[in-house]
């Protein structure tokens, strides 16, 4: 059984950064697809960034030039650089795994840009 521990949310001021991490523990060889997900309270969850271990990566448009996605592949890590973070961007922030047979979601972690 694969787990996501996500950590690195908290508070900043607009216009700051912040990097998520988010490490997968258990008996895994390759993860081939890790990704970011947002979701604000009454909304539904969106995908934020996405990132294969073939190297291929995807945004949403709304953070296009501000966050970096990166993985480390032998660590099973994926990573989230959020910079020139604004008040909309404030949710909790959920790491997600595709390996074949599981769809892995990361207890998520809350990012507050105040403005």
């Known amino acids: 059984q694969v787990q996501l521990v996500e950590s690195g949310g908290g508070l900043v001021q607009a216009g700051g950064s912040l990097r998520l991490s988010c490490a997968a523990s258990?008996?895994?060889?390759?993860?081939?697809?890790m990704n970011w997900y947002r979701q604000v309270s009454g909304k539904q969850r969106e995908l934020v960034a996405l990132s294969t271990s073939g190297g291929n990566i995807n945004y949403a448009n709304s953070v296009k030039g501000r966050f970096t996605i990166s993985r480390d592949n032998a660590k099973n890590t994926v990573y989230l650089q959020m910079d020139s973070l604004k008040p909309e961007d404030t949710a909790v922030y959920y790491c997600n795994a595709l390996i074949v047979g599981q769809n892995v979601w990361g207890q998520g972690t809350q990012v507050t840009v105040s403005s």
């Open positions: 258990g008996s895994i060889l390759r993860i081939p697809v």
